[in-house]
């Protein structure tokens, strides 16, 4: 419904509640949804008209639609059923709880259990929580408090809990107006005319009679209305004189140097005054229950504007409020581009009604659906192609110039380069540092503490000739392109501090320029020639998420958004930011203009997941439009992008979703044929023939209208046949694991090394240096089996192939982000993972014919669970990259909470509800590692980043004892309830022992041999408990270890065979402590006996990973199933999660190696071939 038709509803609404139609009035209000009578709503709850009351409720909200809703009805409804109780109406009390608060049982069952029995009690003030229930009106007053500040902190009651300021009889003032208006068109206006009908326009009659035409088929043509008589009012106001309104500024006025004048105030519009924004008390929507609501949790919201005043001060000293967006329509608008816009007749401009029609009926509605048949057609909505691109696209931009050629970047840090006309891949390149020397050592820390790199954002320079690539850490490339798959190193920039968040080209002083963002709170401005910094703008207090360069005349700016959800602007010089405005959503917001420039859009999400898409009155500063359709929570952030001048696109809820820019209704959704992600990549081509669509499996659609398909079939013969094989033979043939060391062996390489020929160094071919993979096959050493004592029968399982065993990948929907942390619940029942985005995921194995157990299985696929609320469990973050933060979680016995951290506070959830219980610790320092303690789930141990441990008492929020022992960040803790200790290894390589009783340590070691294979002198170091509780596991990257508690003696030790053998990232005991599992980064998975620690099983990537997957792709964490010991499930740096089983024709993973292979206690430690060779040929994957 446009803005208009929902002030028309204000004026009906005001005019119903005049003539005392009370009923109608707020039946209105419900089925339109616009306007919550608080009012009404109190008087229906005093007088426990409940019906009502929920019925007024449903036409603004419903039960699941999010916590603060839920717990609305659930206090009615407990209301409700407690009088029915207090009146000893039993039947109804049971009738209420059966229907209406059966519902809440999902959210809380034990909950639900107590309201039961409740019916057992003669009274139930006997249950200690009612034991303070007073009568019936004190309970309804008391419970009404409680209501409107849920109310009030709703976001679907945002706008609509104050009626807009309107004079008396507004509706009646303007009918007097319109019939002043057409009488004064009258050729011979009597003097006092008789009204008779407002259903047709008036007209004095003739003389003789006749009858002159009206207006709808005799338009004004310019002429002057004549004078003559009015009407008598019909309401109190006579005939309305408007008040011209002054023009605003625009954008130029205050991107220029400013005069030291003040702004000339606020332009008038059609509508009010605008109404000042609410501060209303949110409270926390917390959880259900029998007893007193909790106590509510002020928050602020702020403005929202992005304003153009000639003095900025000015402006900031009237924003449009953020409960208020600006009107539909463009009142006093001096922006030329509605002029630009040519309508059909009819069909007006929403500000600028024709002549012909009046506001009361609605000609242009039905007029809208048969102008947007021809629209839909201009959309892409045809599935023309389907790339496999083999890791998750974050980000894609099509040449400005060659139509079908499409970049992409994903979240592997792969960049790939595809004609989508052939189907050619063109190009595809691994993340690495280009000039070593030139790095920092900030960024190589960051790349050694994780070689994990992503890309942010791809973007092509204005004529195509280059293209800029943005990383997740610290770095921003930008090669040179020269056509097909031609593409040459041309800038390597150390940009930021932390992730690079965004990209962007832009031409100030006619001089080509690369804008960047990041995590260090900057934007930054680079020369496109020489790599020079010209300019760093700072200002922002959070990472810069967003930049949008643009110039309006001659006026170059730069808009950026902040984490924080601030606005800015700036121009090129060393002033500081012009505008500071809020964005809606308040967290991640991107920009962009329409292709003519003239109409800037912002896309954004907030933490809750509500959405928003707006257009922005830059003369203003505040937003013009915002678009209806995001109707659920959001589960991403949703990305958006503009073509044609006149349509937006956004990805999410699983489809496409489109817009006319001229309109706030949601035009269409595509589906793509399915298979797509909560959030998908978006991104059209210059033309908007063609629409580029992330997929879930890593792949990418290309949808097309009619002139796309016909571009699309220009292609059809040319160039060679696509080959899948080929692709991916291609795509699979990269080496690289940490850029890093591949590019300190690029280094020493062009340096020609005297290392080079060292017997222990391997030779790596140049070629995959460089990050060029066409005609490789495979790199990876390979290692026959030691052969050398043949009379022995036992030999090594190797698993290459998918029909080997039991391979089951979660479906996730939220993929984008890698698997940090992997759980399974102690029931076995449910896997839980905490990504590096800071938000976990848990699947439930549903109870069945196949599963009667419920278990988990990789025969049955599992459901991911959220409750009907639709939150999410996330995790608090700080201003830092998630990305760095170091996740860790850990879960209590009975499996009803999590305690979990991503670099920010510690927060504690409800795994049934997802809520948040509580938080507490905020860093400094930060949690890394995450214990309960065995006998008391209240005692907690936190290991830091500063490299003490803390034992916290959650009951009484206290810190009983901080433990000093380790020089660097703790990465491991691992409590032993037999012997009373708490074992703790850190990124030090030490291992350290100490009491449970005094907390004072009591033995410490060092590893042996702990040499990093990754060049880092920073490793993690985890630790876990055999079954027995008096061994314990230790792993490093460089080693497996069992050591012995008491003595902190090292039993059994397992290191690989080769200097060159890739690291370990992972590894855990089975259940029942015989087996280890452990996975390697070239995407091996080894088993071993725990008794000897010799590998007796060794599963291949090509088993369980489709050849479609990036080769970056390995796991990073083994959790073992807690009852199946030959149940393993892994998570991977592509967020990915697969549970792993032997076959059931074989029931375990391989045979026992025998004894005489090995001592299961000879030092020095048991060498093994390296995980990823093989005694056949590896398949490529």
């Given at each position: 419904m ?8 204000f004026l009906i609404l ?35 008209n409940?019906d ?10 419903k ?10 009805f ?5 209301q ?7 009146k000893?109406d ?15 049982a ?5 909950l639900?259990k107590?309201?039961?029995q ?11 929580q ?29 706008d609509?809990?104050?009626?807009p ?12 107006q ?6 004064q ?5 009597r003097?006092n ?5 407002l ?10 009679g ?5 207006p709808?088929s ?6 002057m209305p004549k004078?003559?008589g009015g009407?008598p009012?019909l309401?109190?106001h006579g005939p ?10 625009p ?5 220029s140097?400013p ?6 105030g ?11 924004a ?10 259900i ?9 002020p928050?602020?919201?702020g403005?929202?504007?992005l304003g ?9 000293k ?19 581009h ?17 002549v ?5 009926s609605?000609p ?14 201009d ?9 496999i ?21 994903t979240?592997?840090g ?8 052939t ?9 690495k540092?280009w000039?070593l ?5 900030a ?15 791809v ?8 293209f800029?690539?943005?990383?997740s ?9 020269h056509?097909?798959?031609?593409i040459r ?6 940009a930021?501090?932390g ?9 100030p002083?006619?001089?080509l320029?690369v ?19 010209q300019?760093?703008?700072e200002?922002?207090d ?6 949008c ?6 006026i170059?700016f ?8 601030k ?14 405005y809020?964005?809606?959503?308040h967290?991640c ?7 003519d420039?003239?109409r ?10 509500e ?29 958006f ?8 696109a ?8 489109f817009?006319d820019m001229?309109?706030t209704?949601l035009l ?14 978006i ?6 023939t063609?629409?580029a669509?992330s ?8 949808l ?13 013969g040319q160039g ?10 291609e ?34 071919p ?20 030691d ?6 029968m036992?030999k090594l399982t ?17 993929r ?18 905490l990504?590096s985005?800071?938000?976990h ?11 009667p157990?419920?278990?988990a299985t990789a025969g049955v ?13 996330t995790n ?5 990259n998630p990305?760095?933060a170091?996740?860790c ?20 959830f409800?795994?049934?509800t997802?809520k ?16 309960f303690?065995?006998?008391?789930n209240?005692?907690?141990a ?9 034992i916290?008492n ?13 020089s ?5 803790l ?5 012997l009373?200790v ?5 990124a030090?390589?030490?291992?350290c022992v100490w009491?449970?009783?005094g907390?004072?340590?009591?033995r ?7 040499q ?7 490793c ?14 230790v792993v490093h ?7 012995e508690?008491?003595k902190?003696?090292c ?16 590894a855990?005991?089975s ?21 000897n620690?010799?590998l007796?099983c060794?599963?291949l ?6 050849p479609s ?7 990073l964490?083994?959790?073992a ?16 999660v697969h549970?792993i089983?032997?076959?059931e ?25 390296t ?8 398949p490529?994957?």
């Amino acid at each position: 419904m446009s803005s208009l038709s929902r002030e028309l509803v204000f004026l009906i609404l005001q005019f119903l509640d005049e003539e005392k139609f009370k009923e109608s009035v707020h039946k209105l209000e419900q089925e339109s949804g616009f306007y919550f009578n608080m009012k009404h709503f109190e008087e229906e709850v005093q007088n426990g008209n409940w019906d009502e009351v929920e019925k007024y409720l449903s036409g603004f909200t419903k039960v699941d639609d999010n916590r603060y809703s839920m717990k609305i009805f659930f206090e009615i409804r407990k209301q409700k059923y407690l009088e029915a109780l207090d009146k000893h109406d039993r039947s109804k009390a049971v009738d209420i709880l059966v229907k209406d608060l059966k519902v809440f049982a999902t959210f809380n069952e034990e909950l639900y259990k107590e309201i039961t029995q409740l019916l057992t009690l003669d009274n139930f003030r006997e249950n200690e929580q009612l034991s303070k229930y007073g009568d019936t009106k004190s309970a309804r007053s008391i419970m009404l408090v409680e209501l409107k500040k849920l109310i009030e902190a709703n976001p679907l009651f945002r706008d609509k809990l104050q009626f807009p300021s309107l004079k008396s009889s507004r509706l009646r003032t303007l009918i007097n107006q319109s019939l002043n208006w057409q009488h004064q068109l009258c050729k011979n206006p009597r003097p006092n005319p008789d009204i008779k009908t407002l259903f047709v326009d008036h007209t004095c009659g003739q003389p003789n009679g006749a009858h002159a035409p009206g207006p709808a088929s005799n338009p004004l043509l310019g002429s002057m209305p004549k004078p003559g008589g009015g009407f008598p009012p019909l309401g109190a106001h006579g005939p309305f004189q408007p008040t011209a309104a002054p023009v605003p500024t625009p954008l130029a006025g205050w991107m220029s140097n400013p005069p030291a004048v003040t702004h000339p105030g606020a332009p008038m519009g059609l509508g009010g005054p605008t109404n000042p924004a609410l501060n209303h008390p949110a409270v926390s929507g917390g959880p259900i229950g029998l007893g007193a609501p909790s106590n509510p949790i002020p928050v602020s919201g702020g403005p929202i504007g992005l304003g153009a005043p000639t003095n900025p001060a000015a402006l900031l000293k009237r924003p449009t409020p953020a409960g208020f967006p600006a009107a539909d329509y463009q009142a006093g608008d001096s922006s030329d581009h509605s002029a630009k816009r040519i309508r059909p007749i009819g069909v007006s401009e929403e500000g600028n009604l024709p002549v012909n029609i009046t506001p009361a009926s609605y000609p242009q509605s039905s007029h809208n659906q048969a102008m947007y048949a021809p629209v839909l057609d201009d959309i892409p909505k045809t599935v023309a192609r389907t790339l496999i691109q083999g890791s998750n696209p974050m980000s894609m931009d099509f040449h400005p110039v060659h139509q079908t050629i499409l970049l992409v970047g994903t979240n592997v840090g792969e960049i790939g380069l595809w004609d989508v006309g052939t189907r050619e891949r063109l190009v595809s390149r691994n993340f690495k540092v280009w000039e070593l020397s030139q790095c920092s050592m900030a960024l190589q820390s960051s790349l050694v503490k994780d070689p994990a790199v992503s890309v942010n954002r791809v973007i092509w320079s204005p004529d195509g000739s280059l293209f800029g690539v943005a990383y997740s850490k610290h770095v921003v490339q930008i090669y040179s392109y020269h056509g097909g798959g031609d593409i040459r190193q041309h800038l390597e920039i150390d940009a930021h501090t932390g992730g690079v968040n965004d990209i962007a080209f832009s031409h100030p002083n006619k001089q080509l320029c690369v804008i960047t963002c990041g995590d260090d709170k900057t934007i930054k401005v680079w020369d496109a020639t020489s790599g020079a910094r010209q300019y760093t703008f700072e200002g922002h207090d959070a990472p810069v998420y967003s930049v949008c360069p643009h110039h309006k005349e001659n006026i170059q700016f730069i808009f950026s958004t902040a984490l924080d959800g601030k606005i800015k602007a700036w121009l090129y010089d060393n002033l500081g930011s012009r505008v500071d405005y809020d964005a809606p959503g308040h967290w991640c917001t991107t920009m962009a203009y329409s292709a003519d420039g003239t109409r800037l859009f912002s896309c954004g999400t907030s933490k809750e997941g509500e959405s928003f898409i707006v257009e922005w009155n830059e003369s203003e500063g505040a937003v013009k439009r915002t678009y209806q359709g995001f109707r659920k929570r959001s589960l991403g952030v949703v990305q958006f992008d503009t073509t044609k001048n006149r349509y937006l696109a956004a990805g999410d809820e699983f489809v496409i979703k489109f817009w006319d820019m001229d309109n706030t209704n949601l035009l269409t959704t595509l589906d793509a044929e399915g298979g797509l992600p909560a959030s998908p990549r978006i991104r059209f081509n210059k033309e908007g023939t063609l629409l580029a669509v992330s997929t879930h499996e890593n792949g990418i659609k290309i949808l097309a209208n009619a002139d796309g398909l016909r571009l699309l079939r220009t292609f059809e013969g040319q160039g060679r046949p696509f080959d899948a094989s080929r692709a991916i033979s291609e795509s699979n043939a990269k080496p690289i694991v940490n850029p890093l060391v591949a590019a300190a062996a690029a280094a020493a390489a062009s340096a020609g090394a005297s290392t080079t020929g060292a017997p222990n160094t391997p030779q790596t071919p140049i070629s995959a240096l460089n990050g060029d993979m066409k005609g490789m096959v495979d790199i990876k050493p390979r290692i026959v089996e030691d052969t050398t004592d043949k009379s022995k029968m036992w030999k090594l399982t190797e698993i290459n192939e998918p029909t080997q065993c039991r391979s089951l990948r979660l479906m996730d929907n939220l993929r984008t982000s890698k698997i940090s942390r992997l759980i399974y619940t102690n029931s076995g029942v449910a896997l839980l993972a905490l990504a590096s985005n800071a938000i976990h995921l848990l699947w439930k194995w549903p109870r069945n014919d196949r599963n009667p157990g419920g278990k988990a299985t990789a025969g049955v696929t599992p459901q991911l669970w959220q409750p009907p609320s639709g939150i999410l469990m996330t995790n608090d973050i700080t201003d830092s990259n998630p990305e760095e933060a170091v996740p860790c979680f850990a879960l209590s016995k009975n499996d009803s909470y999590v305690m979990s951290a991503s670099g920010g506070k510690i927060s504690l959830f409800n795994m049934m509800t997802f809520k948040t219980m509580t938080t507490f610790m905020p860093p400094p320092p930060a949690a890394t590692f995450l214990a309960f303690h065995p006998q008391d789930n209240n005692i907690i141990a936190i290991g830091m980043d500063d490299s003490t441990i803390q034992i916290y008492n959650v009951r009484v929020d206290e810190v009983k004892s901080k433990l000093k022992g380790h020089s660097k960040r703790i990465t491991g803790l691992a409590f032993s309830n037999v012997l009373n200790v708490l074992v703790s290894s850190g990124a030090d390589s030490q291992i350290c022992v100490w009491s449970t009783d005094g907390w004072e340590k009591q033995r410490s070691k060092f590893l042996p041999n702990q040499q990093s294979l990754s060049g880092s002198n920073i490793c993690d170091t985890r630790v876990q408990f055999h079954q027995d509780q008096v061994n314990f596991l230790v792993v490093h990257e460089s080693q497996i270890a069992i050591y012995e508690t008491t003595k902190l003696e090292c039993l059994r030790q397992w290191v690989p065979r080769e200097n060159s053998a890739p690291p370990i990232s992972h590894a855990a005991f089975s259940c029942d402590s015989q087996l280890v599992y452990a996975t390697f980064v070239d995407a091996t998975v080894c088993i071993f006996s725990a008794s000897n620690l010799k590998l007796r099983c060794r599963i291949l990537p090509a088993a369980y990973l489709p050849p479609s997957v990036s080769p970056n792709v390995h796991p990073l964490v083994v959790a073992a199933h807690p009852l199946e010991p030959n149940q393993f499930a892994i998570g991977l740096t592509d967020g990915g999660v697969h549970v792993i089983e032997p076959l059931e024709s074989d029931g375990k993973w391989g045979a026992a190696p025998p004894s005489e292979n090995g001592s299961s206690s000879s030092l020095p430690p048991t060498a093994a071939p390296t995980p990823g060779a093989s005694s056949s040929e590896q398949p490529q994957r």
